[in-house]
């Protein structure tokens, strides 16, 4: 049931996502922007590609230490990637 109009909980006209899942949809966008398959990035991180694959689709979480090997195989601060999906989640 949706909500009474006047009565959203979210100001941007679009239903908020989950954390996990904009987190994958942000990891993806910075992966892609470097120019990095799943493969390379896993390789360049050390985290297994279909990890990252479950991770982008939203069905897996990745741990901080895991946010932290991510970000620096893409040469990007972690906090980053943590802003931009705390963005995308309100």
């Known amino acids: 049931m949706l909500p009474e109009i006047g009565h959203?909980?979210?100001?941007?006209?679009?239903p908020p996502i989950s954390p996990h899942s904009a987190f994958g949809q942000v990891l993806r966008k910075y992966r892609?922007?470097?120019g990095m398959s799943q493969e390379q990035l896993g390789l360049e991180s050390g985290v297994q590609r279909n990890f990252i694959s479950?991770?982008?689709?939203?069905?897996?979480?990745?741990?901080?230490?895991?946010?932290?090997k991510l970000a620096?195989?893409?040469?990007?601060?972690?906090?980053k990637?943590?802003?931009?999906?705390?963005?995308l989640s309100e």
């Open 8 to 14: 959203f909980p979210y100001m941007s006209g679009k």
């Open 32 to 34: 892609l922007a470097a």
């Open 54 to 68: 479950l991770i982008e689709t939203g069905q897996n979480q990745p741990t901080i230490t895991t946010i932290f």
């Open 72 to 79: 620096s195989a893409m040469e990007i601060r972690p906090s």
């Open 81 to 87: 990637l943590i802003a931009e999906t705390e963005r």
